[in-house]
């Protein structure tokens, strides 16, 4: 039997769907947005359109009925051209919505998903607290039952999709009771925008992602109705781990997005820009830099593709997940650096898109688990 990577029609479809989507209405107002720190609301409504924050879901909650695959297609191919909009997608769907849908109860799910699918409105997951992301488990944030509600105290950090005008809700981690050995109890609880006592901040500025809504919350006796529960009481951290896991696959998608665009980018310039004479990239020096960034490129949609395949088959995927999101993200940020070494002066001018995927390219290594967590989950998964 013969291993075969080539895309089944229906992805590449969506594959060319997407893509010409990105350059024909991504690309020419995208700079502008990002200049301006401004959430791209109308090309978010597009994409609602199109069915992107539905990809992944069953058609009976108003998904398209595809899968990981076809998520990771989709980042991908945005993120060849703007990350902002991809990490929109990205934590509206892995981060928002799935959730609800693994773990959510039937009534949460008929509620929710189809708002969610159809992009009309934003889910975002609260996880990281000020005092800490890594260490996960290490979570402030309380909830305590009172009658038939929940009470939350507490603040989230770093939280994407959350302060837009179509964000409906934020799923957060709280500490609900303690265990036997007394280590926390952790549960994910919904809360919907616009709770008394739930304050979203002003976005914070950012060195990248600018067109990305990204703000801390406040709870301050915040009550919830007890339905609102996330799954079962003290599940939270198993929870939001598989979460994670599958969330990498996602960003190694856009993370290999970003690579492939900062070659798409280069290979244009450097056939274009002229010095001494000739092409810049007549000069073996610049090919050479180039053939190693459409290797790296290569390789990460390679790895992101095996993950994604092994999570839509029912199979362990947890090391390659990890494996995808580190090398991609760590391959992004080399291809961003010299991406943007090709274009000389212009590379560090923001009207040129390599100056974005470089500004964009660092936070790949950090957000859902950085580099070193990523490290410590492979060496776990060696036995250590
Ligand atoms: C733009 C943006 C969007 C984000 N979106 C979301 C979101 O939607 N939801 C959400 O919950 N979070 C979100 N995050 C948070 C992100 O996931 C965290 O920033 C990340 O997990 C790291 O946590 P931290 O910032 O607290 O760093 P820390 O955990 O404080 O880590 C600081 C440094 O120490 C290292 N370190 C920590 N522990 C160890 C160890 N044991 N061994 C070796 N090194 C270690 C880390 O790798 C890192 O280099 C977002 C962050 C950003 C910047």
């Not at 007549?282 to 190693?292: G, H, P, R, S, V």
């Amino acid at each position: 039997m013969t291993l075969d990577h080539r895309l089944p029609e229906e992805l590449e479809e969506l594959r060319r769907t997407v893509e010409a989507f990105a350059h024909h209405v991504v690309a020419p107002k995208i700079g502008e947005y990002y200049e301006q720190h401004a959430f791209p609301y109308e090309i978010v409504q597009e994409m609602g359109r199109m069915g992107l924050f539905g990809l992944p879901f069953p058609e009976e909650y108003g998904g398209m009925g595809g899968d990981y695959l076809a998520l990771g297609i989709a980042l991908e191919e945005l993120a060849r051209v703007d990350s902002s909009v991809a990490i929109t997608l990205e934590a509206g769907v892995s981060l928002g919505a799935m959730p609800l849908y693994r773990f959510g109860t039937e009534e949460q799910k008929r509620e929710w998903l189809p708002k969610l699918c159809s992009g009309e409105m934003l889910g975002a997951f609260g996880l990281t607290e000020p005092d800490g992301g890594s260490d996960a488990g290490a979570t402030r944030t309380t909830a305590v039952r009172d009658g038939d509600e929940w009470v939350i105290n507490g603040s989230k950090c770093f939280i994407t999709n959350s302060g837009t005008d179509i964000t409906g809700l934020v799923t957060v981690t709280a500490v609900t009771g303690r265990k036997a050995d007394g280590s926390p109890e952790i549960s994910s609880i919904i809360v919907p925008s616009g709770t008394p006592g739930f304050t979203v901040a002003a976005p914070y500025s950012k060195v990248g992602w600018n067109a990305s809504d990204t703000r801390e919350l406040s709870f301050a006796d915040v009550r919830v109705p007890a339905g609102n529960l996330l799954g079962e009481e003290g599940r939270g951290y198993a929870q939001f781990l598989r979460i994670l896991d599958e969330g990498r696959i996602a960003i190694a998608a856009l993370a290999t997005g970003l690579a492939q665009g900062c070659v798409d980018e280069s290979v244009t310039y450097a056939k274009e820009r002229h010095a001494f004479g000739k092409p810049i990239g007549a000069n073996q020096a610049i090919q050479f830099k180039l053939a190693d960034m459409e290797m790296r490129a290569h390789t990460a949609r390679l790895a992101w593709r095996d993950a994604a395949s092994r999570l839509v088959h029912g199979e362990p995927f947890k090391k390659e997940a990890a494996l995808a999101k580190l090398y991609s993200s760590e391959i992004a940020v080399d291809n961003a650096r010299e991406a943007t070494q090709i274009h000389g002066g212009y590379g560090f001018m923001n009207e040129y898109p390599v100056a974005r995927m470089w500004r964009d390219a660092k936070i790949l290594e950090i957000g859902e688990g950085t580099s070193e967590v990523q490290r410590m989950l492979i060496a776990r998964e060696l036995g250590f």
